[in-house]
C-alpha cells in the first residue's frame, strides 16, 4: 500500500465517482488516497483496519480463510 499525495487526482475520482453522496456531511479533508498492487492485501481477515476503504478503480476480492 502507498500513499498518494496528488490533491488534483483525489479530486478527479472523488468527482467521477458517487463517493461524495455515501456521506451526509463532506469528509474530502480526512480523504486518503492509496494505490495497492496486483494481490496485495487491503484488510487481512481478523485485523481491525485503519481506514474506510473506497475502491475508485480496479477490482478487488472479499476472501474468507476456513478455520
Not at 479533508?29 to 475508485?56: K, N
Amino acid at each position: 500500500m502507498k500513499e498518494i499525495h496528488n490533491n488534483d487526482l483525489k479530486q478527479q475520482l472523488m468527482s467521477e465517482s458517487a463517493f461524495k453522496d455515501c456521506f451526509s456531511t463532506d469528509v474530502s479533508a480526512d480523504t486518503r488516497l492509496f494505490h495497492f498492487l496486483a494481490r496485495d492485501y487491503i484488510v487481512q481477515e481478523g485485523q481491525q483496519p485503519s481506514w474506510l476503504f473506497y475502491l475508485t478503480r480496479g477490482r478487488g476480492q472479499a476472501l474468507r480463510h476456513a478455520s
